[in-house]
């Protein structure tokens, strides 16, 4: 018997759907615009973070050390970093390593390096990366006061615009999610009201006769359900084929060639997008679909 009623309620939800479908397509046109706009916005984000990540595994903060230092010193500073909580990596660079560096990095003129000794004028450093680029100023500040510890170099305004842009892009994200799910409850509530209205003798008897709020309000929100699925499915579609049109023909530009940028693949990041679509598309149809029926269910 609870089958048959599970399946009455789910079965008249999707017969909701179907019945309407003017007012059902205008829907999903709506919420999949809205969500397309999301979406792009959402990918923007993600390559940000990952461009973010990138800086930290590759640039990192560069440690110089006093020229003078012992090897009893150099060992006793690399244990007070490892002790640096937020601290991912670090990698020792010696008075050899630099000059070897910067002999490769004369290559075309090796005469500009004559008579120099890598004792004198290359001192020892250590290359720290971080756990998160938030962290950089606060572990910056807590080297300084590492005994030995002469100066530090870093890729400071590349780190804060990234990180301005990225919180620029939450923001931007958040305010476009509000507006989405305002923007989809409004038209969804709507496209069910018609359905709602058109039963609503049929509402009041089935109240009349003793059916529960929850009997009568389940078809709805199932059809809210499927609105909000149908249009999450269409959207990830959407977003995944615009996402990678977009960035095959960035991964062609010269800029981009030059600065060696690399891009999140829409494959890498679908589950995430699917997940978060899916709350979305869920969420917005129960609640669109219960703020409908709210007139109709006081008898």
């Known amino acids: 018997m609870k089958y048959n009623i599970i399946g009455y309620l789910i ?21 999949c615009a809205a969500m397309f706009i999301f979406g792009l916005f959402f990918t923007v984000g993600e390559n940000v973070e990952h461009m973010m990540q990138e800086i930290l595994q590759s640039q990192g903060l560069q440690v110089f050390l006093y020229n003078d230092v012992s090897d009893q010193e150099i060992k006793k500073v690399e244990s007070e970093l490892n002790k640096i909580d937020g601290v991912n990596k670090i990698t020792y660079i010696s008075r050899e390593d630099a000059f070897t560096q910067v002999k490769e990095e004369f290559q075309s003129n090796p005469n500009l390096l004559d008579g120099i000794e890598e004792k004198k004028i290359f001192p020892p450093s250590f290359m720290v990366t971080l756990d998160k680029l938030e962290l950089n100023e606060q572990i910056q500040s807590q080297i300084r ?12 305004d590349t780190i804060t615009t ?98 060696q940028l690399s891009f999140v693949s829409f494959a890498d990041m679908v589950s995430l997008v699917i997940g978060v679509y899916l709350i979305l598309g869920i969420g917005i149809g129960i609640i669109g679909s219960m703020n409908s029926m709210r007139k109709y269910l006081k008898v």
């Open 162 to 259: 990234l990180m301005g842009l990225a919180k620029g892009i939450r923001i931007v994200s958040l305010i476009i999610l509000i507006i989405l799910v305002v923007i989809s409850i409004f038209i969804i509530s709507n496209t069910i009201k018609l359905t709602v209205y058109a039963r609503r003798k049929e509402i009041s008897i089935m109240k009349y006769v003793g059916a529960t709020n929850g009997f009568i309000r389940w078809p709805f929100i199932v059809e809210g359900i499927i609105i909000g699925l149908i249009a999450a499915m269409l959207s990830i579609v959407i977003v995944g084929v615009a996402y990678n049109v977009i960035i095959n023909k960035l991964m062609l530009n010269e800029i981009v060639i030059k600065l």
């Open 11 to 31: 079965g008249d939800g999707f017969k909701n759907v179907f019945k309407n479908k003017k007012s059902t397509a205008s829907c999903l046109i709506i919420m």
């Open 145 to 156: 006061q590492i005994d030995k510890v002469e100066d530090i170099t870093t890729e400071n």
